[in-house]
């Protein structure tokens, strides 16, 4: 079992900034990806970024030079640094990790970005 652990949502104004961390603890796989899905009200959940363990890293489109993804491997720990927030980008935001073929997710954090 893995648990993860979200901080950082909030309401911020758009063109504002917010930083998401997400701690993971328990039967940690060292090869693992993890990052941020989120979902809008009425809307699926879609992937925002992942890293892989080895620094690889994928962002939606919709994020590319606004978000940055990084991690520390030491704390088991990922981060989703939001700059140039949008009122668009409101969503709960949740931490994923996969390892093992394994899928685990957290609550969630709510993210608001007002106009």
């Known amino acids: 079992q893995v648990q993860l652990v979200e901080s950082g949502g909030g309401l911020v104004q758009a063109g504002g900034s917010l930083r998401l961390s997400c701690a993971a603890s328990g039967s940690i796989f060292s090869i693992n990806t993890m990052g941020w899905f989120r979902q809008a009200p009425g809307k699926q959940r879609d992937l925002v970024a992942h890293?892989?363990?080895?620094?690889?890293?994928n962002y939606a489109s919709s994020v590319k030079g606004r978000f940055t993804i990084s991690r520390d491997n030491g704390k088991n720990t990922v981060y989703l640094q939001m700059n140039s927030l949008k009122p668009e980008d409101t969503a709960v935001y949740y931490c994923h990790y996969l390892g093992r073929g394994m899928n685990y997710w957290g609550e969630g954090t709510l993210v608001t970005v007002s106009s």
């Open positions: 890293m892989d363990s080895s620094g690889g890293t």
